[in-house]
Structure formats: C-alpha cells, structure tokens
C-alpha cells in the first residue's frame, strides 16, 4: 500500500528490533536481571505505540489516521538502539549495575505514572488532541481546561517526558537516561512556544491568562 512506503523503514527496524529482544530472552546467554528489564522495556515500548494508535483511531477515526500516530521515527529508533547497545556493554562489563533492583523499580513506577498521565491527557481532550500541531483552526479544536489540564498545560508531554527517562531509570542505564531526559526536554522546550503561538491566536487572551496561571508540565519550560 502506497501510505506505508515513508514508514516502510521505521516498521522494519522496529520489527528487527522486536525479533532481536525474542531471541535474546529466549537465549541461556541472559541472566534472569537482564531477561527481566529487557521484557519490561519491549513490553512498555509496544504497549505506549499500540495504544497511541488505537487511541488515535477510535478518537478520529481510522481513515483520518496514519502510521505517524505509532509515534516511530528514525531519530526515536536510534534513540532506542543506542540505549540497548549501551545496556548490553553494561551488562558485560558492569553487570553489577544492572542489579540495582530499587532504581530498576523506580524507572518502572515513572514508566506507569507516565503512561497514566499521557493517557489521561489524550483521554480527557479527545478530538482536540493531535500528534501534529494545528497551525489552522478547526471547529472541533476546543480549548481543554478541566481535568489533567487544570495542573499542567502539556500533560501530554509531561506523560512522555516522564515515560521516556523512566524507561531507561528502569534499565539501570545511566548514560541512556540522562541522554533521553536532555533531547526529550529540548525538543518540548522548543516545541511549546511553537505550538503556543498558535494556540494564543487560536484562543486569544483566555489563552493568555490560562498560560499565566497553569504551568507548562516540562521542568523551567515557562
């Protein structure tokens, strides 16, 4: 089909990537640590993709849906690979790291509270929530304020922020996680004044007085 052609790429290596963590579990060569945390990190990987999508389909319907909303991108996927080739150095030749048990449970809780509060935002905004950022008004874009978005302004982007680090935290992969948290919170540094503009031209000055009383949700993002 014509429409998979500009994902063909990210679909291959992610299914490469998905047969690679099969056969590695599956293997005598893991210790029972490793078998562990890598059958978290596939598992919460596969879950937060499927479930954006199927979110995104019952919310705008499948023939307004695209494979975008699996959310894979090639700089995502090299983000991940990169994370795995350090966790199998680390296991190789730091294996003890990968036994701090109270911080791999720590980076699980952060994976869980950050797909609560990313879900609850796609949830609680319905229609108005989208994977690309409207730089056009449409009628059924409506300004959310209730719920999730009586605390933060982007929970969306909280979620992932929290859900991207906790993934790594939850690996035991110190480089992987600062890594993440500093690229996730520069593209949402730039990506909310970007979406912002629009949202202030959209909304006008009830726009303006919710910003100045809501915070943004990612750390000294005003």
Same mark, same amino acid.
């Given at each position: 089909?014509?429409?998979?052609?500009?994902?063909?790429?990210?679909?291959? /290596?992610?299914?490469?990537?998905?047969?690679?963590?099969?056969?590695?579990?599956?293997?005598?060569?893991?210790?029972?640590?490793? #078998?562990?945390?890598?059958?978290?990190?596939?598992?919460?990987?596969? !879950?937060?993709?499927?479930?954006?999508?199927?979110?995104?389909?019952?919310?705008?319907?499948?023939?307004?849906?695209?494979?975008?909303?699996?959310?894979?991108?090639?700089?995502?996927?090299?983000?991940?690979?990169?994370?795995? /080739?350090?966790?199998?150095?680390?296991?190789? !030749?730091?294996?003890?790291?990968?036994?701090?048990?109270?911080?791999?449970?720590?980076?699980?809780?952060?994976?869980?509270?950050?797909?609560?509060?990313?879900?609850?935002?796609?949830?609680?905004?319905?229609?108005?929530?989208?994977?690309?950022?409207?730089?056009? $008004?449409?009628?059924?874009?409506?300004?959310?304020?209730?719920?999730?978005?009586?605390?933060?302004?982007?929970?969306?982007?909280?979620?992932?922020?929290?859900?991207?680090?906790?993934?790594?935290?939850?690996?035991?992969?110190?480089?992987?996680?600062?890594?993440? #948290?500093?690229?996730?919170?520069?593209?949402?540094?730039?990506?909310?004044?970007?979406?912002? $503009?629009?949202?202030?031209?959209?909304?006008?000055?009830?726009?303006?007085?919710?910003?100045?009383? /809501?915070?943004?949700?990612?750390?000294? /993002?005003?």
């Amino acid at each position: 089909m014509p429409f998979l052609k500009n994902y063909q790429w990210p679909l291959l /290596v992610y299914a490469s990537v998905l047969e690679m963590w099969r056969l590695t579990v599956s293997s005598e060569i893991l210790s029972d640590t490793a #078998a562990i945390q890598l059958s978290q990190m596939f598992g919460a990987i596969f !879950f937060f993709h499927i479930s954006e999508y199927i979110l995104a389909v019952k919310i705008h319907g499948r023939s307004n849906v695209t494979l975008s909303s699996l959310l894979i991108s090639k700089q995502y996927l090299m983000a991940m690979l990169f994370s795995l /080739v350090e966790y199998f150095l680390e296991l190789s !030749f730091l294996p003890g790291l990968k036994d701090n048990w109270w911080i791999s449970y720590l980076g699980l809780v952060m994976v869980i509270i950050g797909e609560i509060i990313r879900k609850l935002a796609i949830l609680t905004a319905g229609r108005s929530f989208t994977h690309l950022i409207r730089v056009q $008004h449409d009628r059924r874009h409506e300004f959310i304020t209730h719920g999730i978005y009586s605390f933060v302004r982007h929970p969306g982007y909280s979620g992932f922020l929290v859900w991207s680090v906790g993934t790594q935290v939850m690996m035991c992969s110190p480089i992987s996680t600062l890594a993440f #948290a500093v690229v996730v919170w520069n593209f949402f540094a730039k990506r909310i004044p970007y979406e912002e $503009h629009f949202l202030r031209q959209f909304f006008g000055q009830e726009y303006v007085e919710y910003a100045d009383t /809501v915070p943004s949700g990612i750390p000294f /993002v005003k």
